[in-house]
């Protein structure tokens, strides 16, 4: 009779063990920080601190854990491995933004001092739809701003003697951050610009 409870207790305990050891484990949380190269609606393209290119799925992320990134955004991201239909993929469970990317600061009103009349002000609006509006300056008009490689691309009309010029001034951004933009060219600073408060 003990044999027979003993056995009973053995091939209960293996069939245990055999039924955890299949239990499928869940997937382990990792971290990783680096910068966004490219950001859809579902989707988050990292290039690792290590230099490694990530892509992690947003799609289905809760947004108060997973917000809303911009192209150059640094990141830290917690993400886990997940099989879906027999693919690997990266799943975000937490993202948070640890440094801004230059899109974040460069939109709004920037001004500076008009050089011929100090109690004046000058400079250049620059609005999230890629439109931009001159302030303070009749005969330049500011029509469209791109950022591309840390440079700032004006597109403008000049209209000054009776003439009208359009062009594009490519702009080094030296100085960009939540109160002030400082652009260059030819090694020169042209614009020391502040963010109208």
């Known amino acids: 009779m003990k044999i027979q409870k003993f056995l009973a207790i053995f091939f209960a305990s293996i069939i245990m063990m055999a039924f955890i050891s299949c239990t499928p484990k869940a997937p382990v949380s990792h ?11 579902n989707n988050i393209t990292l290039i690792s601190d290590a230099g490694d290119t990530l892509n992690i799925s947003t799609m289905d ?10 192209i150059n955004d640094s990141v830290r991201i917690t993400y886990k491995n997940e099989k879906i239909e027999g693919s690997e993929i990266l799943k975000a469970e937490a993202l948070e933004i640890t440094a801004h990317s230059p899109y974040f600061y460069i939109h709004g009103t920037w ?6 009349n100090s109690s004046e002000s000058q400079g250049v609006t620059l609005n999230e739809d890629g439109t931009a509006v ?10 469209k701003w791109e950022l591309l ?4 691309m004006l597109s403008s009309e000049s209209i000054g003697n009776r003439q009208t010029l359009i ?4 702009l080094q951004i030296v100085k960009l951050d939540a109160d002030s933009l400082v652009l260059s060219s030819g090694g020169n600073i042209v614009w020391a610009l502040a963010r109208k408060k």
């Open 149 to 152: 490689d840390n440079k700032l």
């Open 31 to 41: 971290v990783v920080t680096g910068k966004v190269m490219d950001a859809t609606m």
């Open 111 to 116: 001004l500076q001092p008009n050089p011929i």
């Open 134 to 143: 001159s302030v303070g300056m009749a005969t330049l008009l500011f029509k």
């Open 167 to 170: 062009g594009v001034d490519t």
């Open 61 to 70: 992320a809760d947004p108060a854990k997973v917000p809303g990134v911009m």
